[in-house]
């Protein structure tokens, strides 16, 4: 049995079924690419850009500080929900290394032919029927994390866990996948490499309603999902 933190358990029991759209590369769009640049643009902060080795747009605020997706950041994961079907893309906070996201691009100066110079990675929502154990009756305000102490996600648990709430495990994760499994809100989910969702160096996701993320190789100490108003 793998170690889960408080408001959270693993689920056993039942198998069942469950219609979600999954995010999977596709071939980068340039088009696409510079209307989420455009989007993000629309925001009264400044954000540093870059392009990670897995084709991740990766968004950071200029000035040090965590990030708030219902506050000075709604903006920006506003627009990575709607173009999750574009687009690759990630924030993090800038408040624990802001020496080096000093030296990423200006937002401003970043166009979408130059992210695709960099790798960045298209992305497409497909709709599949997911297969998982259920237990008892889901209820509200809650959402779906697919751990796996190992890098890959070739052999993940599934838990559901509590809406901001945050989760702990003792043992650090090497790959997850989140799922926002409501059908009209949309959701973060942050993780971070340290334990008690705190220290200031989180990354984000932003879900769509009935989606769930890619599997993602990262260290994880700790997690939490919110929903975005």
Wanted: with cysteine.
């Amino acid at each position: 049995m793998r170690a889960v933190g408080v408001a959270a358990f693993l689920v056993s029991g039942c198998l069942g079924a469950s219609e979600i759209r999954s995010m999977v590369t596709k071939p980068y769009n340039a088009t696409e690419a510079k209307d989420f640049l455009d989007c993000v643009s629309g925001s009264v902060e400044s954000y540093k850009v870059k392009v990670e080795d897995d084709g991740t747009v990766l968004m950071k605020p200029s000035s040090p500080r965590s990030l708030d997706d219902n506050g000075r950041d709604k903006v920006l994961f506003d627009c990575m929900s709607e173009h999750a079907g574009m687009l690759r893309t990630a924030a993090e906070s800038s408040l624990y290394s802001p020496e080096q996201t000093a030296l990423l691009s200006d937002l401003s100066s970043v166009s979408a032919e130059i992210l695709g110079s960099l790798g960045a990675s298209g992305q497409a929502m497909v709709s599949t029927t997911k297969q998982r154990r259920e237990i008892g009756t889901r209820s509200d305000g809650t959402y779906n994390f697919y751990p796996d102490l190992d890098k890959g996600c070739g052999s993940q648990d599934l838990v559901h866990a509590k809406i901001a709430i945050c989760n702990v495990v003792s043992r650090a994760y090497q790959c997850f996948q989140c799922e926002n499994d409501d059908s009209s809100k949309t959701m973060s989910c942050y993780v971070w490499p340290h334990h008690n969702c705190q220290k200031g160096d989180e990354r984000g996701y932003s879900l769509p309603p009935k989606s769930i993320t890619p599997k993602i190789d990262r260290s994880t100490f700790s997690y939490i999902g919110n929903y975005i108003k």
